[in-house]
């Protein structure tokens, strides 16, 4: 069944017909309930393309991810079925391209094609040219973090400097005295990544505050490498008793340096950090953490997106989330060890 079949049952013509379906001109109350009569009669239904060309949309928008060859971790996937979801609930499609290094092409595609009516962008940069690309080319879209200032631009973020801040008060609170990061990738930090950045900036600024000994530690993004790092930290300053991490990939890692060491969680080492839900429910102990709300963040990204689609010219407006620290087992009062003063890197 086609719209020519619908115009020729109902007694209309067939841009009448279309009229009625796409809503673009007045139709009458009489002839509307005459093509919809045809319409429930015969079961039509119009496909996806037809629909798209009547409204001029596509009723798809694209998730720019890291490249397929870079190991997603739990809490970016965890955002990737959120913004399914989300999508689901105001039916829409997702479009899934990469962006970063010889991946760029893909999202080229998907900003000169037309393929999508907007785009959520994940892994902000402080200074990244995917804003500027989008808006040259009148994309509406989203960021999953934020840049370094601007106000123009729509965003959802965590706020990775003031929990990470708090993960420290939290440590000094309990009578910690010398705590270190476990931050995100030494490549990440250089490209600018936005959560490392703001997480280095919470914590030495919490540091200082409360005259601790800070150290931060830039480690990769499995366990492996969280496997060496909380080695040459054991090794290079074992009167370390806290840690704050927004490195949830490295955490297995971290949990057998841990034991090899011979130490235990929280009686020598309280950990604390930003992670996703169930990597703090899995690891052992349970660990004290602010846990990142993937389906709030996904929620709002969605909302903002389809706000901007539907009205280009609306303020711009920005989401910034701060959820609490849940306290689990992983952190308790401060072993006995000898004093020390200062902040440094390692």
Known sequence: MNIEQIAQRAGVSRSTVSYALSGKRQVSPATRKRIQDVIDELGYRPNASARALAEGRTRTVGLVIPPAGKRLTHMQLDFVAGIVDAA?????????STSGGDHDRSFERLVLESRV?????MEIRLEDTRIDRLREARMPFVGIGRPSDDEQMRWVDIDYEGLISHCVRHLADLGHRRIALLNRSPELLAAGYGPALRARSGFLRAAEEHRLEGIELPCGDDARSGQDCIARLLQAHPETTGLVTVNEAAMPGVQRAVAEAGL???????????????????????????????????????ALLTEHINDP?????????????????????????????GVRGT
């Open 88 to 96: 689901t609930r105001v039916d829409l499609d997702v479009l899934l």
């Open 117 to 121: 009516d907007g785009v959520i962008l």
């Open 264 to 302: 235990r969680i929280p009686h020598d080492l309280s950990i604390t950090g930003v992670v996703a839900t169930h990597w703090a429910e899995d690891f052992r102990p349970a660990l004290t953490a602010a846990d990142v709300p993937a389906d709030d963040l996904a929620t709002h990204a969605m």
């Open 313 to 341: 010219a609306a303020p711009a407006r920005h989401v910034l989330l701060s959820p609490p620290v849940t306290l689990r087992r992983s952190t308790a009062a401060a072993p006995s060890r000898p004093a020390g003063s």
